[in-house]
């Protein structure tokens, strides 16, 4: 799994290094400030993909001494990293094209600006179209997050089109820098957004409250489990954790119900791959530490 997500960022390095240049040579050759706009993009794309790259790797390395729950933050970080890239080139991108709104420039060559852009979008479209196969198979938030930018770049790069098209073709002087200002609010938007994953799991979000029943639901189908509850869930990288406590019976041997939690481990490991799990084991009848809801709640009864 890892190596996909490495190959993944790799892609998107390779993809931010040919569209940075050629937009380069497009922004150089029209003047205009859509082209700029996304060149500025695509050339902090390509810091963004070089961040994500470095996280990926991080996050795939084992568990150590010092980190015994493996580095798997290390993608949420890189995609904080990128929301700070993204939120910095729309700032850029906005006051560029407010000053070009009160003085708009003339846009020369436009052909070459929408030849560039078109290529873009198809390169673009090629990287999200891997990238989501990535994802689903990994899970892995770094490139889920790289995913949301480039996507984004698809609505930037068709923009810049019709910006060109609007400014030089049908006389509308201005479009390019009403266009770049749409851009600028489109990847401000866009980094909000990436931000809450990322927040999420560095603050231990519990799973969606569906992924939570579902969970519990496996659990239900052993019945020598009396109750459930104390269930804790987080994410980190591609990996989840999940600890809980069980009620069994106390006239249970240690060996029958450790059968028991291992064919459950085993069931909940099929259903939910990629998570680690901790489960606790309470005589059935034991007092909980008063006052604490998570303790007291019996999960298995909201279960029909």
């Known amino acids: 799994m890892s190596n996909l997500a490495h190959r993944a960022a790799l892609a998107s390095v390779s993809v931010a290094v040919l569209l940075g240049s050629l937009k380069g040579w497009a922004a150089w050759t029209t003047g205009s400030v859509a082209v700029l706009a996304s060149l500025a993009d695509s050339a902090l794309d390509l810091v963004a993909s070089l961040v994500t ?34 939120t910095i080139s729309g700032l850029a991108i906005l006051v560029r094209a407010i000053d070009n709104l009160r ?39 770094a490139i889920g997050t790289d995913h949301l930018h480039y996507a984004s770049d698809l609505y930037l790069n068709a923009s810049v089109i019709i910006a060109l ?44 409250e569906e992924k939570r029943r579902a969970f519990v639901e496996v659990a239900a189908g052993h019945p020598e489990l009396k109750s459930l509850h104390d269930l804790r869930t987080r994410t980190s990288g591609a990996r989840d954790f999940v600890q809980f406590h069980v009620a069994m019976d106390p006239k249970m041997t240690i060996l029958a119900a450790h059968d028991v939690v291992e064919r459950l481990e085993a069931e909940l490991a099929a259903e939910f791959p990629g998570t680690e799990i901790l489960i606790h084991i309470d005589p059935e009848g034991q007092i909980d530490e008063p006052g604490n809801p998570m303790a007291e709640a019996d999960l298995l009864k909201e279960i029909p």
């Open 165 to 208: 098209v609007l400014d030089s073709y049908l006389g509308l002087t201005g479009a390019d820098a009403v266009f770049g200002v749409g851009i600028a609010l489109w990847l401000l938007f866009g980094a909000w957004r990436a931000s809450e994953a990322a927040i999420d799991q560095l603050m231990d979000k519990e799973w969606p």
């Open 53 to 86: 790259l470095a996280g990926v790797y991080w996050a795939a390395q084992p568990a150590d001494d010092k980190h015994r729950f493996g580095h798997g933050k290390a993608e949420a970080l890189a995609a904080l990293f990128q929301v700070v890239v993204i």
């Open 103 to 141: 003085d708009p420039g003339p846009t020369a060559s436009p052909e070459y600006g929408i030849g560039v852009s078109a290529i873009a979008i198809l390169v673009t479209l090629a990287l999200t179209a891997y990238q989501r196969s990535v994802i689903r198979r990994t899970k892995s938030i």
